[in-house]
């Protein structure tokens, strides 16, 4: 019931939407504890309920006080240095609920003693790149702000060195947030040091400054937040959730807890949240990067009762999804450490045997020249894992988040690779990224692609060659011949669809914010749909509203309607296919498809979110046939069915069902099974498999097939 409470003050705090300065977060350290335990304050001893009141009077009662130059922690003995606060936490067997990814939890941390040692901090691990900044309406959130929080010796500095300094501005309009990016780009640059090569790179989301590895990546979100509050209620991860507006840290009381207790809390934004929401969904490599860092993941037994609550009712909440017979959490996860036992004790022959056309092939041929020699332990990536997505309205396809089975299968991976049993790539995840040839149109903006790295051999030549490999996949499946005459295009002039990009790389601001370097998104729309009609008045009556200039429709349609002359390709209609043109006998049957193509035109200034909800939405809706119409290797009823999904997942939801029931369904959520037949594959031939061969018997295929059969 304690638990239950905190739950319910951690909403509170939610939707109070206030936020802690420096010393908002001293008085609540100081005065609350973390894990059940009574709370002294004023010299007397608080009951668990009175001290959930003594906390919202922190928040909402607060005196004004005078600000506090200390930034502590909260424990029992918090040891204070002139370089650094330790901050001691509870053992984690203390920690009630149920808790994962935790093994390098931390006993105790230092945090920076006072705002001056935060100050200066903040400058060494930026290196100096904002010095001169005029700070107003600019905030500096997210990992680097930790970071420097922790960075209490040069040591731990190195740790963030790869951490970008994530800006973001607030209470602007689009034009004078666009000047404010072109100032805080001025403030950069002079601070380079001398004969630095610099580039600036521009997507539908955000605008990076890139200088030579290791000098910090500076990247401004382009959403136009109101203010700071805004930005730290948006952070998936409890501990991420803090800020710097060049005077002030701020941060959420989820912040100071995570901090104290060394855990974020679970709930199902992790899953179902929305960037564009008040608070985003979470992603995997996120997850275990913070998990190196030490910072696990806590359920809470409020949501372990409710599945206890809930396991009557699992029909009715399942919306149509195959559940677990048993949705305890413990089981799910020892069945999960068997699956990855058996994984792991057929690795050696997935390594020889996989199809090289395996988006992982790439991954493997990579690391193969780091194995040292005599060292015969399992190197894998979390990728291998998986290659098949769920078919969900939700918002994670081959995500491990997808579900709590899968997420604690990579749990044991990663622990695995913490005792030192495998060796672990923790940055290849089986993503729908720019990750192989067949899934040429990724949601991320940022190409993973080959030869673009950041580490000591990153040079601006290799980042330009990735941008331009990844946007010549925006057109090439378009005027690739097979496709030509199923759009009607075959006797057309295409060069117009070379102008196609989704990011824009130049040597200067100005380069990339011209008119010339807007982002320009192919997109497939069904001929007899009015689709692009509707959303250019929509988007044109938004703009005109806000004073967004525009000399064009948003949404053009270079070759007009091609009316009945398109026609789908020609796909076999096997017994065994699903439609999705993964099998070469579906690739004959006869489909009346009619499809325009039309080019969406995304300028500097109209890539700004939050401007309009009407901008937004439009703007996922056209995402939406990006992606679900990417393919004309399918069926009409695959294509269909994959863009309603896209726009499922894309949707902003103001009243998502009750969060008790949707976590039910995540925890009770079973594997797709074509995973078992993803992973078979890599046994034997190319050609998959039609049975166990008696060879195999008792190995990973004929367990897997046991498993999900």
Known sequence: ????????????????????????????????TCCGQPATFLGRTLSRRKKNQRRRVLLYEMPEIEYSTSIPGYCRTNALTSTAREVTREPQSQISGFTFLDDKRASSIFIQPSLPSFCGAFETISDGLLKGLDWSNVFVAGGIILGTLLSTTPERQKEFIHSDIDVYIYGLSASAANDKIAHIYETWKSNLPPNTPS??????????????????RVQIVMKLVKNPREVLLNFDLDVASMGWDGKELWALPRAVRALETGYNVFTMNFVHGHFLGERRASQESRVFKYADRGYGIRILPSYIDALHDLQARKEEISHGEALHGNVDLEHIAAKALEWVDIFLKEQPQLECERSFSSPGYKWRNRIADTRQEGDTRPHVSHAIMYQVAYKTTEPLNRDCLTSFERLIRHTHLWKKSVTGEIVLDNTEFASTDYDHENAPLGYDDAPALKPFEWNEAFNLKDLETSLNTANKMQHKWITDEWNLEPLGLADRDVTSLNATRRSTFGLSLE?????????????????DSNIVAWANKMLKDAFREHGLPYDQDPITMPFGKTGDNNKAPNVDEDEEGDGDGEDEDEWRMDRDVQLDVALWRVTALTCWQLIDRRIDEIAEMLWSYHFGYASLRCTDQFRLCTFVSHLSKRAIRDAPDEEFERFARWVGRQQPVRDKEQLAKWQWDMGGASGIPETRKGTFIDYATMWWG
């Open 1 to 32: 019931m304690t638990q239950s409470l905190d739950h319910m003050l951690d909403l509170t705090f939610l939707s109070s939407r206030r936020i802690m300065t420096t010393r908002h977060l001293m008085l609540f350290a100081c005065r609350t």
């Open 199 to 216: 580039a600036v790179v521009r997507n539908s989301r955000t605008i990076t400054f890139f200088a030579k590895y290791p000098i910090k």
């Open 511 to 527: 380069e990339v914010m011209a008119p010339d370097a807007d982002m320009i998104i192919p997109l497939l729309i069904p001929a």
